[in-house]
């Protein structure tokens, strides 16, 4: 496995790359090869879930959706922290610039995310097909009245929903050890509510809310509610890792 993943990104690795595009290379072998297992195990669950409700019972919500809404998001925004916190200091050991690990850094955690994204809404559409194929009802949650999931909204909403969640736990988990890293115990801390924001906001505005609400992704002020605290993380992220002490926790 880990030899694909080497060569699927080998030319992302090549000398002649710049710094920060070799960086992100790195990263996303580590990023990829977790991945692979993640929904390796994640696929198998969600499909033994299916077959054992169906022996014992009715199947009649979205076994899927508890993918994202349960270890997904919270998953990329620890491994995001770990690629953050423990990948800085051999990066800079081995020469190259604090700059070229805050853009690396970025650029892999939002090509980490885009993959989350795709996978998360694919097993959605497929198990969707598979539910109509077979009759069942593809609800959202457990009860006789029918709760519509934002897979109803359609393959966008879906993606949007999807991807707002888990490029926000990704910048989160970026951010949060690199302010600690950057400001010392006492003021990464203190900007926890900061550092955080982006996955903080998504718990209002993606899935976990009501699609039906005034603030959700559906809409335009619950889109840019999720993206301003995005953007503004994207941005400050580099700051943070230029000229960090790497002796500091």
Same mark, same amino acid.
């Given at each position: 496995?880990?030899?694909?993943?080497?060569?699927?990104?080998?030319?992302? &690795?090549?000398?002649?790359?710049?710094?920060?595009?070799?960086?992100?290379?790195?990263?996303?072998?580590?990023?990829?090869?977790?991945?692979?297992?993640?929904?390796?195990?994640?696929?198998?669950?969600?499909?033994?879930?299916?077959?054992?409700?169906?022996?014992?019972?009715?199947?009649?919500?979205?076994?899927?959706?508890?993918?994202?809404?349960? %270890?997904?998001?919270?998953?990329?925004?620890?491994?995001?922290?770990?690629?953050?916190?423990?990948?800085?200091?051999?990066?800079?050991?081995? !020469?190259?610039?604090?700059?070229?690990?805050?853009? =690396?850094?970025?650029?892999?955690? &939002?090509?980490?995310?885009?993959?989350?994204?795709?996978?998360?809404? !694919?097993?959605?559409?497929?198990?969707? +097909?598979?539910? $109509?194929?077979?009759?069942?009802?593809?609800?959202?949650?457990?009860? %006789?009245?029918?709760?519509?999931?934002?897979?109803? =909204?359609?393959?966008?909403?879906?993606?949007?929903?999807?991807? &707002?969640?888990?490029?926000?736990?990704?910048?989160? =988990?970026?951010? +949060? %050890?690199?302010?600690?890293?950057?400001?010392?115990?006492?003021?990464?801390?203190?900007?926890?509510?900061?550092?955080?924001?982006?996955?903080?906001? &998504?718990?209002?505005?993606?899935?976990?809310?009501?699609?039906? $609400?005034?603030?959700?992704?559906?809409?335009?002020? =619950?889109?840019?509610?999720?993206?301003?605290?995005?953007?503004?993380?994207?941005?400050?992220? %580099?700051?943070?890792?230029?000229?960090?002490?790497?002796?500091?926790?």
């Amino acid at each position: 496995m880990s030899s694909l993943v080497h060569r699927l990104l080998a030319p992302l &690795l090549s000398p002649a790359r710049p710094q920060w595009v070799r960086t992100a290379g790195l990263q996303l072998q580590v990023y990829l090869f977790i991945w692979a297992l993640f929904w390796a195990i994640c696929l198998v669950g969600v499909a033994l879930a299916i077959l054992i409700v169906d022996q014992f019972g009715t199947v009649n919500v979205s076994i899927g959706q508890f993918v994202r809404n349960g %270890p997904l998001v919270w998953f990329v925004y620890v491994v995001a922290m770990l690629a953050s916190s423990a990948l800085m200091v051999p990066h800079v050991a081995h !020469g190259m610039t604090r700059r070229s690990f805050g853009r =690396g850094a970025l650029a892999a955690g &939002l090509v980490n995310a885009l993959l989350h994204t795709i996978m998360a809404a !694919g097993l959605i559409v497929v198990e969707g +097909v598979l539910y $109509a194929r077979m009759g069942w009802q593809h609800d959202m949650a457990v009860g %006789p009245e029918y709760t519509a999931g934002v897979w109803e =909204g359609g393959i966008g909403l879906l993606v949007l929903d999807y991807g &707002l969640a888990t490029v926000a736990a990704g910048v989160s =988990g970026l951010l +949060v %050890p690199m302010a600690y890293r950057r400001l010392g115990g006492l003021w990464g801390t203190v900007t926890l509510p900061l550092t955080m924001l982006p996955l903080i906001t &998504l718990l209002l505005t993606t899935g976990w809310s009501d699609p039906a $609400a005034a603030w959700h992704v559906g809409t335009a002020l =619950g889109t840019a509610i999720s993206v301003v605290p995005i953007v503004a993380g994207i941005a400050v992220f %580099p700051a943070l890792t230029r000229n960090v002490a790497l002796s500091r926790t």
